[in-house]
């Protein structure tokens, strides 16, 4: 093998369309691009959502709704996947991120609902949980903690 001999797989090199380059081409004359008007000319093709001096659709359909920038994100976990705990384990945040049942790099809230049955006994340490689920830890031995964040 020589670096002289090597060449790309039949068909890995395709190459460019020549525009413009005679009427035998199929490509001469116009380029492809019709005839005349702006669209035909260089440079942009007019503006994004222009429809000819006619309302936009942007414009002719109504506003709706708003985006609260306030919100802070929360995530949700059930009381099933708390199992995969040991009995007397502290669920927290960090543990429930070391567990991947929240991702890593999460910084909202997190709410722990009553989904399913919790079989083992469970210190929890969140900043949300449902009264549902608060029963079903305390009946299934364990305690809560509810911290506020920072």
């Known amino acids: 093998m020589e670096l002289s001999k090597m060449h ?6 395709k190459k460019n369309k ?6 035998s081409s199929g490509l001469g004359k116009t380029a492809g691009k019709g005839h005349k008007g702006q669209k035909a000319r260089s440079g942009t093709g007019g503006k994004v959502g222009f429809e000819g001096g006619q ?3 942007i414009r002719r359909l109504p506003k709706y709704g708003f985006t609260n920038v306030l919100r802070e994100p929360v995530r949700t976990v059930s009381l099933e996947k708390l199992n995969i ?3 007397g384990d502290v669920v927290s945040v960090s543990t429930l ?3 991947k049942l ?6 909202g809230r997190v709410k722990i609902l009553s989904n399913g049955t ?3 006994k469970l210190n929890v340490e969140v900043e949300r949980i449902s009264a549902s689920a608060k029963k079903a830890i305390e009946k299934a ?5 509810t911290q506020t964040k920072a």
Do not use: A, W
């Open 118 to 120: 919790l079989e083992k």
């Open 141 to 145: 031995g364990g305690k809560i903690q």
């Open 55 to 57: 309302m936009p659709l």
């Open 18 to 23: 020549r525009v413009g380059r005679g009427e």
């Open 85 to 87: 705990f040991n009995d």
């Open 8 to 13: 790309p797989p039949l068909g890995s090199r």
């Open 97 to 99: 991120k070391e567990k």
């Open 102 to 107: 929240i991702p890593s790099k999460f910084t």
